[in-house]
């Protein structure tokens, strides 16, 4: 399915509220956008990215998953 353009960027934020698995356009400036909802990281996409482990110790891991949070994710780290 080929986004929709809109006329608004206003618009368009809210046709991704109603549907954020579709992309949309809109006309912002006279140049064409495409605009898309991006999902919030879970645990297991942060992990995914760490890749396995090579032994680091607790607070280099913590270290890793604050700046995955940093960078898109949610929640704050368990303690350990």
């Keep these: 399915m080929s986004p929709s353009v809109h006329l608004t960027l206003n618009e368009a934020i809210a ?21 898309r909802a991006r999902p919030k990281a879970s645990a297991a996409d942060v992990f995914d990215r760490l890749g396995p482990w090579e032994g680091e110790s607790a607070q280099e891991l913590l270290d ?7 960078s898109g994710g949610s929640g704050q780290p368990p303690a350990l």
């Design 64 to 70: 890793l998953l604050e700046k995955a949070r940093r």
């Design 15 to 35: 046709s991704l509220r109603r549907d954020p698995d579709h992309p949309v356009e809109a006309d912002v400036g006279g140049m064409i956008v495409e605009i």
